[in-house]
């Protein structure tokens, strides 16, 4: 299994900004996307921006230009940086990342696997 850890989350003021961060860990042949989405209360799961492993990243038309996508990949690391934050922007923000693992039985197989989640929370 491959498990990801998020960290960077926060309660921040309007106009403020948070550096999420996001490993992967386990037994990981390679990673194709990572992506960050995030769940309001009451409101369903919505994708703010991915990465694939070639660099290229795709963003939610509600954070363009206020947040950025990045990756580390020697270290199997995600970033989101938030600027601009809007009280909006509050909700559990969870880490995505998609590839191939090393199996003891089929050599390796495709995972999909989420982080727990960290609350980002914008308030004056």
Same mark, same amino acid.
């Given at each position: ?31 194709? &996307?990572?992506?960050? +989405?995030?769940? %309001?209360? !009451?409101? *369903?799961?919505? /994708? ?41 922007? &509050?909700?559990?923000? +969870?880490?995505? %990342?998609? !590839?191939? *693992?090393?199996? /003891? ?20």
């Amino acid at each position: 299994q491959v498990q990801l850890v998020e960290s960077g989350g926060g309660l921040v003021q309007p106009g403020g900004s948070l550096r999420l961060s996001c490993v992967a860990s386990g037994r990981i042949r390679s990673i194709n &996307t990572m992506g960050w +989405y995030r769940q %309001a209360a !009451g409101k *369903q799961r919505e /994708l703010v921006a991915s990465i694939i492993s070639d660099g290229n990243t795709n963003y939610a038309d509600f954070v363009k230009g206020r947040f950025t996508i990045s990756r580390d990949n020697a270290k199997n690391t995600v970033f989101l940086q938030l600027n601009s934050l809007k009280p909006e922007d &509050t909700a559990v923000y +969870y880490c995505n %990342a998609v !590839g191939v *693992q090393f199996t /003891l039985k089929t050599w390796t197989s495709d995972f999909n696997s989420w982080g727990q989640g960290t609350q980002v929370t914008v308030s004056s």
